[in-house]
């Protein structure tokens, strides 16, 4: 999965996607992931990223990235 | 080299919730770089705002209402042109172009007033009541609609395209009905309101984006910004919106400008599906209100406008800033009685 090229990330986790207009604020671990889509992680990686990171079990942290890809997908920001 | 000064009247001075171009124009004109101005504003009623806003507006002169009829119009304008020297005009109202358009040529020739209008068959065929037609005819996708004299139509209309639907008038007003009760209830409030026909039209499921852009009258796009709006006021006008990237867009703009050959301002109206369809719902034959967004992206379309109308070579603006926003505000100003007696009495501030 990769963040759609033109989408503006900022350091305040603001996105912006300049095809559609809308706009969206992530949290802290939420800027950290599309940090790890842009650097071309794979979705294994930053499981194991998170989980090394922030001491979650491996389980835990599937279920809430999935849950969160799936919203970036519906909002059009992954493809 | 110095920079003529023209004087360009403007119309459209109701700076209200659901606002007329004309202030947005006139900002645009004033930071025009190649030329200098002077700004003559042309109103219809003593209330609109821009005729006391004395840093935008250099006098302002009433005019008559289209109703009138051309010869009352001209005659007002050989006696605001004696006083005034008008370079170029703007009439930024749809319900005034009817006129404007049909005595562009004698505004030029006797009173040497320029203007940069769609012609009189460009202007009919993209009226809501044609734009179907218009739409096949250019390739371009628009919803289904049909005009309608009465309710009794409304149920066949249903059938073929299904529920919601939109219930249109002539010039102005849309609403969405999800019934046949609904749909009727909005055509006696409309007709009522705008007149005959009301138009049915079919519901597209999308957000609506918007393009502010100039045509040259040879096929050629001067100028096109996208905009999606962000706050949309219980008039269904723009409060807040932001410029897009969409090359999809501006590809389909040049196209109907390109194959319509437009000449002038124009604002089109999109409505953009979850899969990438764009359905043309509007053209609106005359800049929007929110066009100095346009100035602020780094295209300034009056400008561009105003020195292809006085012959000066307009190179069409290739690039745009993506991510501009603009936001409206109200502002109360204070002004002297006097003021309003004066335009109400005489017809000049």
Redesign the interface.
């Known amino acids: 999965m990769k963040v759609r090229k033109?989408i503006?990330i900022s350091d305040s986790g603001f996105l912006?996607n300049?095809?559609?207009?809308d706009s969206y604020s992530v949290n802290p671990i939420g800027q950290e992931i599309l940090q790890l889509l842009q650097d071309e992680k794979s979705e294994e990686e930053i499981m194991e990223h998170i989980a090394k990171n922030y001491m979650i079990d491996k389980d835990t942290v599937e279920k809430d990235l999935y849950d969160f890809l799936n919203m970036l997908q519906n909002y059009q920001l992954i493809v | 080299m110095k920079k003529p000064k023209y004087t360009i009247a403007v119309t459209g001075l109701n700076a209200i919730d659901s606002p007329g171009p004309g202030i947005a124009v006139i900002r645009a004109l004033k930071e025009a770089e190649s030329f200098d101005v002077r700004i003559i504003g042309l109103s219809y009623e003593s209330l609109e705002p821009g005729i006391y806003m004395h840093d935008l507006v250099d006098k302002t002169y009433q005019v008559p209402y289209p109703s009138a009829g051309q010869q009352v119009l001209f005659e007002r304008f050989k006696y605001i042109n004696s006083i005034e020297n008008i370079d170029f005009l703007f009439p930024n109202f749809d319900a005034e172009l009817f006129n404007y358009i049909s005595i562009k040529a004698k505004f030029e020739s006797e009173l040497g007033i320029k203007m940069e209008l769609p012609t009189q068959e460009q202007f009919d065929a993209r009226h809501k009541v044609n734009l179907y037609e218009y739409g096949k005819e250019h390739g371009i996708d628009v919803p289904f609609a049909k005009m309608v004299y009465s309710t009794a139509e409304i149920p066949a209309i249903s059938t073929e395209i299904g529920y919601p639907l939109v219930v249109k008038g002539k010039f102005y007003d849309a609403k969405i009905a999800y019934s046949v009760e609904q749909a009727q209830s909005h055509f006696n409030k409309i007709s009522a309101q705008w007149g005959l026909p009301v138009l049915i039209q079919e519901f597209v499921h999308g957000?609506e984006?918007n393009v502010c852009g100039i045509g040259d009258g040879n096929g050629v796009t001067l100028g096109a910004v996208p905009?999606?709006k962000?706050f949309i006021t219980d008039k269904g006008k723009a409060w807040a919106?932001?410029s897009?990237?969409?090359e999809k867009l501006l590809e389909i703009t040049k196209d109907l400008v390109a194959a319509t050959k437009w000449n002038g301002p124009f604002e089109l109206e999109f409505m953009k599906t979850n899969d990438d369809q764009y359905y043309l719902i509007e053209i609106n034959p005359r800049f929007p209100a929110w066009c100095y967004l346009t100035v602020g992206c780094g295209q300034n379309q009056a400008e561009a406008l105003v020195n292809h109308a006085m012959k000066q070579k307009v190179k069409p603006f290739e690039t745009y800033q993506?991510?501009k926003m603009f936001i409206r505000y109200s502002y109360d100003m204070v002004l002297d009685m006097k003021e309003f007696e004066q335009i109400s009495t005489i017809g000049e501030l």
């Open positions: 033109n503006a912006f300049p095809t559609t207009g | 957000s984006v905009m999606r962000l919106g932001v897009l990237d969409d993506v991510g």
